[in-house]
C-alpha cells in the first residue's frame, strides 16, 4: 500500500481545484484579500474548457434595447421549466450587470457600439417586458468571449500573485475523522510525485463532464473530476439527470457552433429546405431555447427530413447575412467551418445535430458556494470548508435547461460570492489548525488500485476501449430521449462497464507525464457520473426540460418540483424542494411554455 | 501511413529516440485530423505522450513540429501531410517526455511583460468607453492562445531564450501597449525598450508563419519598436 505518511505538505488557506473561469474568479478575489490561495489544474489554466465558449455572457445592460434584470430574470425561471430555484436566479441576474461591467474593467477585450459601449447580441429564450419581445442581452467579445474572459481572468491573477500548481491532478478530498474538509491530496502529472495540500477550505471548480456523451462540445479534459472526489466523500449530486443537448453541434463531430450565429441571424432548414423552427416555436423560431431546438431538430430526422446521404442531420444557414457581418462577429466559428468541414459558411450551410454540451447539474450548493448536503431528517446543511463553483455545482440557476450566455455569467457571480464568503469566514471566525489527523486512506487506495501490475502474459482491455463504449452506452440510453427500457438497459450495461473496469490493469507504470494512469482517474469519475445520471433520470417519471422522456411526455409539477440528490451509497436517491420564493421580487408560478 | 515520432522519457533514455507507427489507410479518415491520429497510435503504444485538450484549435495544448512546421495536431489535416509524418517536440525548450515540452521559460516571459491591463480608477456603475475603432486595435493580438508555436520557432528566442522575450510574450505586450484603456503604456514601453527583450526580434518571420491562429507577431512587434522610437523623438 502506498505510504502518504511521509509525502510533501503544503499549507494554504484556499485551495481551489480547477482553473477555469469560476475558480479563476474565485482565486483573484481571495488572491486580492490577502488570502493564501493554490489553484490545481490538470492543464495550464487557459487550456481550461471557458476558453472554448463562444456566443457571451448575459447582463441586462440595455446597450442595445432597453432591458431589465427582472425580464433576464423572468427568462432564465422560464428558461430552466421552472426547476430553477428562483432566489439564485433573482441574485445572478441582478449581480450580472456589475459584474460584466468589472470584467471589462479587467480587460475584457469586449466587441463595441458604436457609442464605444458593450457589444450586445441576441440570443434564445431572451425577452422584454416578460416575454413580449426579443431582447439584446449577451454581450459579446466577438465569439471568443470564454477566451476572452479566461485568459483576462488567468492575467489579473497573475497581477494579484495566486499560486498556480500547474498540471496537477487532485486525486481525492481529504477529510478529517469528523468529516470535515482538511484538504486534497494531489498528483504532480509532470513528475509522478503526490502531494498534501492541507487547506482550511477546498473549493470544487472543475467544470462539465460532456466526455460522458460521445458526441460532445467539450475539450478532452472534462471528465467530472470534481464529482467524482464528492461522491467518494459521500456527498450528493443534484438533478443528474438534466443534461443540455446544445443544437447546433457540428454534425458526427461535435464541435459547437455558437447560439451566436442564430443570434445574428443564422436558420436552421431541414432536407426541404423548410426553416422548420416556425412549426416548434412559432413566436420566436429559431431562438427558442435550447432544449426545444434540439428536440425540434431530432424529430426533423427522426421523421425523414433530415440533410445528406444518411438524413443525420439539418442544415445551419447564414448564407443571407452579409459576409462581413459574418467576419467581424462570428471569425471563430466560420474557422471551424473552413477547418473542419471546409466549408465557409458565408457560402455554404453548415450540417448541425444536437451534442452534448453542458451539465445543468452538479454538485449541490447554496448562493454562498457551500456545499449542501441533507442531514437525516432530510434538512439541508452546509458542509464545513467544502465549495463548488461553475458547471460543476448546481446552485441551481438553470434547472431542467441552461439559457445560452448564462454559463459564463454563473461561473463569475457565484465564483466571486464564493470567495467572498471564504474570506468573511475565514476573517471573522477562528479556523482550526492545521494539525489535525486526516484520512489519507481513500486517496491511497485509488493510487494504489491503479498501480497494480499486469499479470504476467495476461494483457487486460485498455481505458479507451471501456470510455468508448461507455460513451456510446450514454449516448443511446440517455441522450435527446430516453425512456424506462433504454435506460434500464444502459443500467445493465454500466454493471458490466463496472466489471470490466475492475479487471484493467495498466501497461504504463512510468511516473513522468503518464496519460494511461490520468485517463484511468478520469474514467473512474465518469463512471460514477454515469450511474448518478442514470438512477436520477430513472426515477423522474416526467419530461421536464432537458430531460425529455418518451414514456412521460408532460411536465408533471404536482410531484416533481424537486431536485434530485444522488448518493453513492445504494444508489440512494433523495429529494429538495425548488425554492420557489425570490429574494426581493414576486415569484414567477410555474405555466406552459411556450416560444 | 508512416509516422516517425520522437520519444524520450526521462526514467530510461539519456536522449530522445526515433520510433516509427504506422495507421493503416482504412483507420485514416478524409477528414481525420493529426490529434486523431495520434490518439489510435496511442491505442498501439499507452506510453506515447502529448498535451491536448480543446480538439479545436483555441486551447493552445497540442503545439508540436510536424514535418519541420509548428502546428497544432487537432487543426492539422492527417491528408494534407507527407507520408512518413515527422513529428517532433516543439524546438527550443527542455522537453519533459515525449512531445510534452516544458515551457516555464516561455510563460515567464509572458509574465514579465505584465500582460494585464492596468486602468485608471474603476467606477462599476459605468464601462470604460472604448470606440470600434479603439477595440479593433486590439483584433490580431487578444486571440493568442499561448500555444508556443511562434517563440520556438524564432532562431532569435532558440539562441537566447532566457532573454529576449520572443513574439508571444511580444504581442501580449503589444496587447496592452494598444489598449486605450491601459494608463501605462510610457512605462510598458521604456520596460521593453531593452536590446534583448525586444531588439533581438530580426524580423525572421517564423513567428508570423507558424502561427496556428493566422495572427501576425512580427507586425505587432515592428509597432512596438515604432512606438518606442516614437517615445525617443518627442
Known amino acids: ?595 | 501511413m508512416e509516422f516517425l515520432i520522437d520519444r524520450f522519457n526521462p526514467e530510461v533514455d539519456e536522449k530522445p529516440h526515433v520510433q516509427r507507427f504506422v495507421l493503416e489507410d482504412c483507420d485514416i479518415g478524409g477528414d481525420m485530423m493529426l490529434l486523431g491520429a495520434l490518439e489510435k497510435l496511442r491505442e498501439q503504444d499507452p506510453t506515447l505522450t502529448f498535451r491536448s485538450s480543446c480538439k479545436e484549435g483555441v486551447c493552445g495544448s497540442d503545439g508540436m513540429n510536424v514535418n519541420g512546421q509548428n502546428r497544432l495536431s487537432c487543426i492539422t489535416r492527417v491528408s494534407e501531410l507527407t507520408s512518413p509524418v515527422v513529428i517532433k517536440p516543439l524546438p527550443g525548450l527542455p522537453v519533459i517526455k515525449d512531445l510534452v515540452i516544458d515551457m516555464e521559460l516561455f510563460y515567464q516571459h509572458y509574465r514579465d511583460v505584465k500582460p494585464y491591463l492596468q486602468p485608471a480608477p474603476k467606477d462599476l456603475d459605468h464601462e470604460i468607453l472604448q470606440t470600434p475603432e479603439e477595440r479593433e486595435k486590439l483584433d490580431g493580438s487578444y486571440e493568442c492562445i499561448l500555444c508556443g508555436c511562434c517563440s520556438t520557432s524564432c532562431p532569435s528566442f532558440w539562441w537566447n531564450p532566457d532573454k529576449f522575450h520572443g513574439p508571444a510574450a511580444l504581442l501580449a505586450a503589444h496587447r496592452f501597449v494598444v489598449d486605450s484603456r491601459d494608463i501605462t503604456t510610457r512605462d510598458r514601453l521604456e520596460a521593453l525598450d531593452d536590446p534583448y527583450k525586444t531588439f533581438r526580434c530580426r524580423n525572421i518571420q517564423n513567428c508570423t508563419a507558424s502561427c496556428p491562429k493566422g495572427l501576425n507577431p512580427s507586425r505587432a512587434i515592428n509597432e512596438l519598436k515604432s512606438m518606442m522610437l516614437a517615445k525617443q523623438l518627442d
Open chain 1, 1 to 595: 500500500m502506498t505510504n502518504l505518511d511521509a509525502i510533501d505538505t503544503f499549507h494554504f488557506d484556499v485551495v481551489i481545484v480547477g482553473a477555469g473561469g469560476a475558480g479563476l474568479r474565485s482565486a483573484l478575489e481571495l488572491s486580492k484579500s490577502d488570502q493564501q490561495v493554490a489553484v490545481v489544474s490538470k492543464v495550464f489554466p487557459t487550456r481550461s474548457h471557458t476558453v472554448a465558449a463562444q456566443g457571451g455572457i448575459n447582463a441586462a445592460l440595455g446597450n442595445i434595447t432597453e432591458d431589465n434584470w427582472h425580464w433576464h430574470m423572468y427568462d432564465t425561471i422560464k428558461g430552466s421549466d421552472y426547476l430553477g430555484d428562483q432566489d439564485a436566479i433573482e441574485f445572478m441576474c441582478r449581480e450580472a450587470i456589475e459584474i460584466v461591467r468589472e470584467l471589462e474593467h479587467f480587460g475584457v477585450p469586449f466587441s463595441r457600439t458604436d457609442e464605444g459601449k458593450i457589444y450586445q447580441r441576441p440570443f434564445g429564450g431572451q425577452s422584454r417586458h416578460f416575454g413580449e419581445s426579443q431582447a439584446t442581452r449577451t454581450c459579446a467579445a466577438a465569439d471568443r468571449t470564454g477566451h476572452a474572459i479566461l485568459q483576462t481572468l488567468y492575467q489579473q491573477n497573475i497581477h494579484a500573485g495566486t499560486s498556480f500548481f500547474d498540471e496537477y491532478f487532485a486525486i481525492d478530498l481529504v477529510l478529517d475523522d469528523e468529516g470535515n474538509v482538511g484538504g486534497l491530496v494531489v498528483l504532480n502529472i509532470q513528475t509522478g510525485q503526490v502531494q498534501l495540500l492541507r487547506s482550511h477550505v477546498v473549493m470544487i471548480a472543475t467544470g462539465g463532464a460532456c466526455q460522458l456523451f460521445k458526441t460532445n462540445t467539450n475539450a478532452k479534459i472534462n471528465t467530472g473530476d470534481g464529482l467524482g472526489m464528492v461522491l467518494r466523500a459521500g456527498l450528493p449530486l443534484q438533478d443528474m439527470e438534466f443534461w443540455q443537448f446544445h443544437p447546433t453541434g457540428v454534425a458526427n463531430k461535435g464541435m459547437l457552433l455558437s447560439e451566436a450565429a442564430r443570434g445574428e441571424g443564422g436558420v436552421l432548414r431541414n432536407a426541404d429546405g423548410e426553416a422548420f423552427m416556425v412549426k416548434y416555436a412559432p413566436h420566436v423560431k429559431d431562438l427558442a431555447s435550447r432544449d426545444v431546438v434540439a428536440r425540434a431538430i431530432a424529430i426533423e430526422v427522426k421523421e425523414g427530413r433530415g440533410c445528406g446521404p444518411k438524413k443525420d442531420h439539418v442544415l445551419l444557414d447564414l448564407t443571407h447575412i452579409d459576409a462581413e457581418v459574418i467576419k467581424k462577429r462570428l471569425p471563430g466559428i466560420r474557422d471551424i467551418g473552413l477547418t473542419f468541414l471546409g466549408l465557409d459558411m458565408c457560402d455554404a450551410a453548415i450540417p448541425v445535430y444536437p451534442t452534448a454540451h453542458y451539465m445543468m447539474g452538479g454538485i449541490p450548493t447554496n448562493l454562498k458556494g457551500q456545499v449542501v448536503t441533507l442531514d437525516e431528517v432530510g434538512k439541508p446543511q452546509s458542509v464545513k470548508g467544502l465549495y463548488a463553483v461553475g458547471e460543476c455545482a448546481c446552485v441551481s440557476v438553470h434547472g431542467a435547461n441552461r439559457l445560452g450566455g448564462n454559463s459564463l455569467l454563473d461561473i463569475v457571480v457565484f465564483g466571486r460570492a464564493a470567495a467572498k464568503d471564504i474570506v468573511h469566514n475565514l476573517e471573522t471566525k477562528p479556523v482550526d489548525h492545521f494539525d489535525k489527523t486526516l484520512n489519507l486512506s481513500k486517496a491511497a487506495e485509488r493510487l494504489n488500485r491503479w498501480a497494480q501490475p499486469q499479470e504476467k502474459n495476461h494483457k487486460t482491455e485498455t481505458i479507451a476501449e471501456i470510455r468508448h463504449d461507455l460513451q456510446v452506452a450514454m449516448q443511446v440510453g440517455c441522450g435527446v430521449f430516453r425512456n424506462e427500457e433504454s435506460m434500464q438497459s444502459l443500467l445493465k450495461e454500466l454493471e458490466v462497464l463496472q466489471d470490466r473496469l475492475d479487471l484493467v490493469r495498466l501497461h504504463d507504470h512510468s511516473n513522468a507525464f503518464n496519460l494511461e494512469r490520468l485517463e484511468a482517474f478520469e474514467l473512474e469519475n465518469l463512471m460514477g457520473l454515469a450511474t448518478a445520471t442514470v438512477y436520477s433520470a430513472l426515477a423522474r417519471t416526467e419530461s421536464r426540460g432537458a430531460h425529455s422522456r418518451v414514456d412521460f411526455t408532460e411536465r408533471d409539477d404536482e410531484n416533481w418540483m424537486k431536485h434530485s440528490l444522488y448518493f453513492l451509497e445504494n444508489h440512494q436517491l433523495r429529494y429538495k424542494p425548488v425554492t420557489t420564493k425570490p429574494l426581493t421580487v414576486e415569484t414567477f408560478p410555474p405555466k406552459a411554455r411556450v416560444y
